[in-house]
């Protein structure tokens, strides 16, 4: 494949703070590169890197000085635009019991890959940018990672850490074989149960409107309102080149609730919500 692209997303919260940071290799034709780019409540960054600077094995990723994996982070950048240094922790991750895309796993030619390395961990260390010191103590993390060619053209993505649970939901205008479709996948942890809601799964896109997402399967119905963006711009892969450019809120003020056969088994306003609303105005 001449185009394609692999990356993950690793996202710190804690009570005060929030940084996502998304190491990753990307090829356009026949030029090969590399990137990190780092997201806080207020600003975002990328780097680019040599493409020799990238290595990976299975569940780590090695940028330069800089390393990725299920111990954790390590940051060493110093460029005139962004000077980062620091070590962050991972505790015991939280992956669910199987791939997220399910069956679409096989599917060959996919326009992208989700993968959810841990719904939920804790972080633990301390992160100085730009001189400000982003401190994580037995705070919340969250892994996943993207692979293919190009993001798809429309969609919402969602995660959120909470009190007894998280949650992520991606819906998604798929392309494949000529056709179009709607994509879901999505997983919610909730008293130590895993709730898998997907396309594969009969789940369906009940309403996208308004900054608003409802989906149903079954029984099953997640809802996420997106209520108050605070956006930073990210690049996105277009067919392997690192030239589109998203807008995510990492930590913002959203609403989600969750409920089987009618009974809501939660509901919930936060402000540590992150969001990319791509799909409807």
């Known amino acids: 494949m001449h185009n394609f692209f692999y990356g993950w997303y690793l996202k710190c919260q804690s009570d005060t ?14 030029k090969r590169t590399c990137s990190i780019q780092v997201i806080t409540d ?38 005139p635009q962004l000077a980062i240094q620091g070590r962050l922790d991972f505790g015991k991750l939280f992956p669910l019991k199987y791939d997220i895309m399910g069956p679409f796993a096989l ?18 260390g301390n992160v ?5 010191k982003y401190s994580f103590q037995n705070a919340l993390g969250y892994w996943e990672g993207d692979q293919g060619r190009s993001f798809p053209k429309k969609y919402i993505w969602t995660q959120c850490c909470f009190m007894g649970g998280a949650l992520m939901l991606s819906v998604a ?13 999505g997983a919610v942890l909730w008293q130590g149960k895993e709730y898998r809601i997907a396309t594969y799964l009969g789940a369906r896109a009940a309403l996208v409107q308004n900054k608003m997402v409802r989906v149903t399967q079954g029984s099953l119905e997640l809802e996420a309102w997106l ?50 609303f791509e799909y409807f105005s």
């Open 128 to 132: 100085r940018i730009n001189g400000q």
């Open 17 to 30: 703070q929030t940084l996502a940071v998304i190491p990753a290799v990307h090829r356009a034709g026949n």
């Open 42 to 79: 207020h600003d975002a960054w990328m780097v680019a890197f040599a493409a020799g600077s990238f290595r990976r094995t299975k569940k780590k990723i090695f940028i330069g000085e800089n390393r990725f994996g299920e111990k954790g982070i390590y940051l060493s950048i110093h460029t």
């Open 173 to 185: 205008d798929i392309p494949m074989a000529g056709i179009h479709f709607i994509g879901i996948i």
């Open 227 to 276: 209520l108050e963006a605070s956006e930073q711009p990210l690049k996105a892969p277009s067919k392997g080149n690192m030239v589109r450019t998203i807008r995510e809120s990492l930590s913002c003020r959203a609403f989600y609730r969750f409920r089987k056969k009618g009974c809501t088994l939660f509901a919930f306003e936060t402000d540590r919500a992150s969001f990319e």
């Open 107 to 124: 599917v060959p030619f996919m326009e992208c890959r989700h993968s959810v390395w841990s719904m939920r961990h804790t972080v633990t």
